[in-house]
Structure formats: structure tokens, C-alpha cells
């Protein structure tokens, strides 16, 4: 299949994969973070690419052991850029990624804390005037300043796309799943310190934030002036009821109506 | 024909008379046709049918009426088309403007789309004396014909060309473009993989700070712009509760879709023309999937096997040609035939595909909750009283493996015939 084809053509590639905490979904301990490690693995993936780790955020130690998630899947260093909390990191990533000047930058497609609206990636490749592309799935070959992306798109499929050098791309849940931390690696592995200002976001203030309320349901409302009409609605029974049954029919008729409704939903290929 | 009624005083007297020598044949008349009621047996004794009598009244039970004041409510043909009492709304000069840009899945509105369009009528009918009207932006071809009632005062449809394929450039600088000739009071998205990416970008763009994942707007005389939205934060554990910004990303079910009201949908163009843009990123196309690879529950279409199927060779071999996953019923799985991860129901995999065709499986209520969210439904079994058949939107009874063979070589031979329009193109 050739979307599964190891990239060989990216000797030289220089990936910078941004990172940030994770929050486990049911427990809520803090982790390196699903999506990001994803990308990690997409950048590990990638034969020949040198491959650095980019984590912009305050300094805390809860925060170091799921930094150190990320150094157990086989990497030595992660720089950290230090931020206050409340501030926003766009302007100290760009400046970093200006200065590292990678070809391709990785990322997950939404954060699992603070406000995780996935507009970071945007605002980065706005910043940098780079092109940005979502669901990446593969890089196929590299070359030129030109990349051949294989990107995911919904139900399985995938689209090829062809995106020039320099570019972000973010990956989600359906790249490849990330390789397992391993605890040794994970010790050893060293932070790099880089220091930048912190602009505070003002406009977080302003917000109230409190724990998920559950949504409520939809009901179904049905709008008739008859009474018999809804009650009729309320008391139907679930089933359809307007299939459309061929009995008695030869197996090429039956086959021929199958047939026919395949190609009306447009599954054949 | 004529709507009108035509009342025949002196044949209505007739048919409230029962004494009358005439009754019974004036009754048939207004009845229209229906089977006569009284007739004389084969003895010479009068046989009457008692289920011949009465009407069926306006609530749909069978009524006597002796006195016959209500037989001409018997008559065909009188039954009224259901009118559209939706009310028409036209809005000539808006105050103001929201920009929707629904995703159009498979050329049609989504329930997601509509959704959003039922919030952008709520924001724009807000104060009655000054009425916004909703711009609704479709890139691309679409099979959309019920865009007024989904509550759309304007329509911009950018097609042609240039528009086909996935062009987020271009199709954010048409949005940019929109932006500024326009000036819309709100741009809403759907939260989409789609509408997700394009309203991120247009935000970037634009340099304003969107609201993603928004389920909830109301009216907050307190905030800025008199809204107030809550959106999911921090991967749906918090609820973040804030002014609404310009350009909202709003999930499903997010408001109420429109259903009371018809509006214009008229269609508009930028009079300043489309942008050029340079495209960075070039679009080659879908690629070719192998459909084994697809996992079962995101997978499009699913040829699924149950206890019905007896050659299972030639069921592998239609899943082969017609390109569908693989799935299986739990009696299928604990015989052997299919490995427990292909199990599709409640046991197993939720499946949602657009097309599901079940071979053999007579429908057991956890295999019919595993397939709810299935737009069609095929079934192909011999027992037509099973459930799978009444769930089933074209239902074929049969053997399973003679109509799977017939299904192959029809699928073979359109194959064929598509080859042979290419070669001979």
C-alpha cells in the first residue's frame, strides 16, 4: 500500500515537534499529552530527520514528569521556553521557531488543557507566513523544499497533498498511535532552558471556567396543530417501517436493486 | 380537476332518507364507488355487509351516522394538500449581517449545518424592529434545494473551477474578501473536521479570537455584545463561559434548527471579484484505501456476514469486489468463520457506516443497537419476518449466497463496462 511506504527521502529534514502537558482523560493526572505524542512518534518516524522537541510553559515539577514522557520515546533533550501562567505563548514559540528555523513543524490538533480551542497551530503559521495543514497521516517524500503528505480525512480515507517548505502541520488521532515512554531514557533525557518574555493574556480574566455541565438532551419536539398527528408522533414505534421488501423476486432482480442503491449512495468504486 | 364541491341538494335528501326506493344507490354514488352494501343472495334472502356502512371522520375512526347529514363528507378526492403554513420572511434591508459557512457533507446541508443556521437566526432576529438577515457562503457544487427553509436570507455560492477540491487558501481569502465587503456582524462554523479548519484559519487571518467547541448562546444583556457563549475547554472537562466573540465554532445541537419560518435565499456575488491567491499547498486527490485496513467503526461501507452465510469463500470474494469492509454478527464470530475484532453490536463494534449490507443476519437487538447510526440499511435473508428486514431499507429475500453471486457478477460486469468507456476514451 503505498501509504504506509517508510519515507526514505527525508535525509536532512529538520522537524521541530511542539509539546505541551496532557491531563489524563479519566484519572486527570497529568501526562505527555495523546496528540502531541503522536506527532512525536510521526517525527521519529521520519528516517534521517533530526528531530527537536519544542515546550513552552511555566515550571513546575508535576509538569517536568510529563515533559519526561515525551524524552522516554527515545529523544535526548526538549527545550523549554519559560512562561508565566496565564500567559500566551504564540509570540515565544514563533520567536523560536524563527530562530530554530525548522523545516517542518509538528503538533497535536488540539491541547487537553486551558482553553484548547486548536487555534495555536493557525496563529503560528499566520505569524511565521507558513502554510498549515491538518491530519497529517504520512509524509511520503521530501524534496526540493516540496513535501507529499498523505493527509487523514474522515472514515478512513486519505488525501495526497503536496505542501511547500517550510510548513506546520498537525496531527490527530488518527496518525499512527505513539510509541510506549520508557522510563530510562526518560531520566536521563536533559531540558534545555530558554528564557523569553511572557505576554500575559488579558482577556482569560474576563472568562469563567468551571467543570464540564452535561448538555442537555435534545427532545423531540413535533410540531403539529392535530392532536391525533402527535400523538401518532409520540406513540409510533421506532422501526422505519418504509424499507422496501422484494419477495418472490429472482436473485439477479434482487441483486440488480442492491445494485442500484450502491451506486445511488455512491460506495462502489 | 376542479377543487370545488359540488352539492346535490336533492341527492343528499335522498341519502339522509333510507325509506327512499333510491336510497341505497345515491349512497354508492357519494361514497364514490364504494362497494355496494345490500345486495340479494343466491337463496333470494337480502345480504347485507355491515362493515360497508359509515365514514371515516376527520380523526381517522369509522362514524355512524344515521341521520346522514355527514355523507358528503364521504366523497374522494376532497382530501386537502397539507399547506405549508411556514410563514415567509423576506428581509430587504438588513441592519446587519451573519456570515454562516456550513460544511455541506455530501452536497446537502447537515443536521449540523442546520443547527447552526436555527443560531444564526437567533442572533439575528434578537430585536424584531431591526432584523439581520443570515449570509449563508457554499464553496462547490451542492445538491441543496431547501436552503429558504433551513433559514438563509442570502445565499453566496462560489462554484465553478476553481472551487473544486480542497483549497484552503483560496477559499479563506474568498472569506477574507466576504469580510471586508461585507462586514458581518458574526461568522459561525460548524466545529468540524471541515468547517473546524476553515473558521481556525479565517480567524488567524482576520486576527480575532475565536470561541471553538461553543454549545450554548443566550442573551447576556451584561457582556459586550449582549451575548454570552459557553464552550468546552481543556478536551471537554470544562465549561468556559465568556463574551460571544465575532467568529464562533459551534458544535452540534448548539440551537434549535429553523422550522417556523421560509426566507429568501437570494442569491448574491462579491462585486469586487475572487482573489488570486498563490497556493502553497496543492491538492492530488484522494488516495486508494484498502478497505481491510479501515477500521470497523469509522469504515463508509460494510459487507457484514451472519449465521445465514454457508459459503464463506464467496462471501470474502464479494467484499473483495464490491471494495467493503468486513464485518460479522456474534454467531458468526463464536463459530470461527471471522475473528472476533470484525464483530459488529453492542458486544462489539458500533459501526457507522453510510451503507450497510447484512448477508444472512436475522437481526438480534444488540446487533441492531451496534448498526443504529447506519444511514442504509440492506438486508438479504430468507425469513421476512425477521427484524433485521423491518429495520432494513431495501430488504431482498433469498438465498444469501445466490443473491451475493448475482450482486458480484453485476458488480463485475459494470467494472467492465467502465473500463471499456476508458479505454475507449
Not at chain 1, 534521517?48 to 513546575?60: F, I, P, R, Y
Request: hydrophobic share 40%; with cysteine.
Amino acid at each position: 500500500m503505498p501509504h504506509n511506504a517508510k519515507s526514505t527521502a527525508s535525509v536532512g529534514l529538520n522537524v521541530a515537534v511542539l509539546v505541551s502537558i496532557g491531563r489524563h482523560p479519566l484519572t486527570a493526572r497529568t501526562r505527555r499529552a495523546d496528540q502531541d505524542a503522536r506527532a512525536v512518534e510521526m517525527a521519529l518516524t521520519l528516517e534521517g530527520a533530526s528531530v527537536s522537541l519544542l515546550h513552552a510553559g511555566q515550571q513546575e515539577h508535576e509538569h517536568e514528569e510529563a515533559i519526561r514522557g515525551y524524552l522516554g520515546m527515545g529523544i535526548d533533550t526538549v527545550s523549554l521556553i519559560q512562561q508565566q501562567s496565564q500567559a500566551d505563548v504564540v509570540p515565544a514559540l514563533a520567536n523560536a521557531l524563527r530562530t530554530g528555523a525548522p523545516q517542518l513543524v509538528l503538533t497535536g490538533t488540539r491541547a487537553e488543557t486551558g482553553e484548547a480551542s486548536g487555534v495555536l497551530p493557525y496563529l503560528l503559521a499566520e505569524a511565521l507566513g507558513w502554510p498549515i495543514i491538518t491530519g497529517l497521516a504520512a509524509v511520503e517524500k521530501v524534496e526540493q523544499g516540496m513535501a507529499t503528505v498523505l493527509q487523514a480525512l474522515p472514515r478512513g480515507k486519505r488525501r495526497r497533498l503536496r505542501i511547500r517548505l517550510p510548513a506546520i502541520a498537525t496531527v490527530d488521532s488518527s496518525a499512527p498511535a505513539a510509541r510506549q515512554s520508557a522510563f530510562g531514557p526518560a531520566k536521563r533525557g536533559a531540558f534545555e532552558h530558554l528564557d523569553a518574555t511572557s505576554e500575559i493574556d488579558e482577556a482569560l480574566a474576563a472568562w469563567q471556567v468551571q467543570p464540564a455541565r452535561k448538555r442537555p438532551k435534545r427532545l423531540k419536539i413535533v410540531k403539529s396543530s392535530s392532536a391525533r398527528d402527535r400523538f401518532k408522533a409520540a406513540a409510533a414505534k421506532a422501526d422505519g417501517g418504509s424499507g422496501q421488501t422484494l419477495s418472490d423476486v429472482t436473485p439477479e432482480q434482487g441483486a440488480e436493486a442492491i445494485f442500484k442503491l450502491l451506486k445511488e449512495e455512491g460506495v462502489l468504486r | 380537476m376542479s377543487e370545488l364541491v359540488r352539492r346535490d341538494p336533492r341527492k343528499e335528501w335522498i341519502a339522509r332518507n333510507r325509506l327512499h326506493p333510491q336510497h341505497l344507490e345515491v349512497l354508492a354514488e357519494l361514497g364514490g364507488g364504494a362497494v355496494a352494501n345490500e345486495w340479494m343472495g343466491p337463496n333470494g334472502v337480502m345480504r347485507r355487509n355491515p362493515h360497508a356502512v359509515g365514514f371515516i371522520g376527520p380523526n381517522g375512526i369509522r362514524r355512524i351516522d344515521r341521520s346522514g347529514a355527514q355523507q358528503a363528507a364521504q366523497a374522494p378526492g376532497r382530501s386537502v394538500e397539507a399547506k405549508d403554513a411556514r410563514r415567509h420572511v423576506a428581509i430587504d434591508t438588513p441592519a446587519f449581517m451573519i456570515a454562516v459557512v456550513p460544511d455541506m457533507a455530501g452536497g446537502r446541508l447537515s443536521s449540523h449545518d442546520r443547527d447552526l443556521l436555527g443560531l444564526a437566526r437567533q442572533l439575528a432576529d434578537a430585536d424584531p424592529a431591526q432584523p439581520g438577515a443570515v449570509l449563508a457562503i457554499v464553496f462547490g457544487e451542492h445538491k441543496e434545494t431547501t436552503f429558504g427553509e433551513a433559514g438563509i436570507d442570502r445565499l453566496m455560492h462560489l462554484e465553478g473551477e476553481r472551487f473544486s477540491g480542497y483549497l484552503p487558501e483560496l477559499s479563506v481569502a474568498t472569506l477574507q474578501g466576504v469580510d471586508r465587503e461585507m462586514a458581518p456582524r458574526y461568522w459561525l462554523l460548524p466545529d468540524s473536521n471541515v468547517g473546524g479548519e476553515l473558521g481556525r484559519r479565517l480567524a488567524a487571518r482576520l486576527g480575532e479570537r475565536p470561541a471553538a467547541q461553543v454549545w450554548q448562546v443566550e442573551a447576556d444583556a451584561e457582556s459586550a455584545t449582549g451575548w454570552r457563549c459557553t464552550a468546552r475547554g481543556a478536551a471537554g472537562r470544562n465549561d468556559i463561559s465568556r463574551t460571544l466573540p465575532r467568529i464562533v465554532l459551534a458544535l452540534a445541537e448548539c440551537a434549535d434548527p429553523v422550522s417556523e419560518t421560509r426566507h429568501a435565499a437570494e442569491p448574491i456575488k462579491l462585486s469586487n471579484g475572487l482573489p488570486d491567491v498563490l497556493g502553497r499547498i496543492e491538492d492530488m486527490g484522494e488516495v486508494a484505501v484498502d478497505p481491510a485496513s479501515v477500521s470497523l467503526a469509522e469504515a463508509e461501507f460494510i459487507l457484514s456476514a451472519g449465521n445465514g452465510v454457508k459459503d464463506w469463500d464467496s462471501y470474502h470474494y464479494a467484499a473483495d469486489v464490491l471494495g467493503a469492509t468486513k464485518g460479522a454478527s456474534r454467531v458468526a464470530v463464536d463459530d470461527g468463520y471471522m475473528p472476533r475484532d470484525r464483530q459488529v453490536g453492542a458486544t462489539g463494534t458500533w459501526v457507522s457506516a453510510r451503507v450497510y449490507v447484512a448477508v444472512g443476519i436475522s437481526g438480534a437487538i444488540q446487533h441492531l443497537q451496534g448498526i443504529q447510526s447506519c444511514d442504509k440499511v440492506v438486508a438479504i435473508n430468507l425469513d421476512e419476518g425477521c427484524d433485521m428486514v423491518k429495520r432494513a431499507d431495501l430488504a431482498v429475500i433469498g438465498d444469501a449466497s445466490a443473491v451475493l453471486a448475482a450482486l458480484v457478477k453485476r458488480v463485475e460486469q459494470y467494472r467492465f463496462e467502465q473500463q471499456e468507456n476508458r479505454d475507449a476514451a
